[in-house]
């Protein structure tokens, strides 16, 4: 008998489950906190809360690194943890992990020991593309649909998925994310203002101004560390200097969207230009991203209502509809895909 069913979408920064014997979906931080690199301190959000605040003893670490499982022992430890929360976790459950469609099988095959290997002792574990969860998550029907284009903006990174009749025609991982626009952003403003500030101040300046809307002429302060003089200070930064920051790492999404669109096939292309690109993941609630995407691609661009939980909503559809559900597949099975 099974105790439970659990959806797991496994981001480079933030886990999404949901839980169907209680009929909800719950996310945390995909994060440890380690004292003197050894010793569990906290993990999830208590940890997160930690990031570029702990002193040296404690380091702060993401299991995850661009969409796959970096450091699969912590992987494991965080996930049991969070799933024992509130009397969520039920031995003896099936799971379905959304799992990234341009990786290697052996990147693929983690998710799955992930938890089929854990002291969850799961009854039974299947995985679907990313891509195909989202779609369901977004209401369409992806048995018939003949071309539907997927941008999945994440924290690391961005994936592409073209799916047509219930399958994957193309997909590409493209590493470049919510991450790597912070970073871009601290970087700029490091070179033209002499002003150093941390990745989640960064973050800040990102959300606040975005890529498009608002005046040109807004800004804003914030706290940093001036490195002319080493004194920590605060300073307004220009919507400008941000903007230019984060189209910079954005013009990467833009030419692999383009290239996708080259290599579709005929038929599926004339129907994704038609219905346009879906946008999901939680860098999909960026700003003007949309106005940008659609600007610089040619397509119309249309973002989920909740990008953020999108996936996971379409694991939710999948478990709950018998039909759906034969859109998953087990690595065990004779007829493993990558196998035939």
Known sequence: MIRNTYGLDLGTYEIKVYDKKNDAIWKEKNVIAMQNGKYIFSVGDEAYEMYEKAPSNIQVVFPMKEGVISRFDDMQYLLQNLLKKEQKFA????????VPTDVTEVEKRAFYDLVYHSTAKA????????????????GLDVKKEKGIFIADFGGETTELSVLSSGGIVLNRLVKTGGVHLDMAVANLVRRNRDFLI??????VLRREFGVFDQ?????????????????????????????????????ECVRAIQSMIDRMPPDVRRI???????????????RGLNTYLE?????????????????VEGLKRIIQNKDLKKLTYSMLDEDYRWLR
Request: net charge neutral; glycine share 12%.
């Open 91 to 98: 031995r003896g459950s099936e799971y379905v992990i959304a």
């Open 123 to 138: 009854k039974e574990v299947n995985i679907v593309e990313r891509g195909i969860a989202a779609a369901v998550g977004l």
């Open 198 to 203: 941390g990745r989640l101040t960064s973050e």
């Open 215 to 251: 005046s040109n002429e807004a800004s804003l302060k914030v706290a940093g560390r001036n490195l002319i003089t080493g004194v920590p200070q605060q300073q307004e930064i220009p919507i400008g200097l941000v903007r230019a920051a984060i189209k910079e790492p954005l013009e």
């Open 272 to 286: 994704v230009q038609v219905k346009g690109l879906y946008l999901t993941g939680g860098l999909a609630n960026l």
């Open 295 to 311: 600007e610089t691609t040619g397509l119309t661009v249309r973002t989920a209502n909740n990008p953020d939980i999108c996936a």
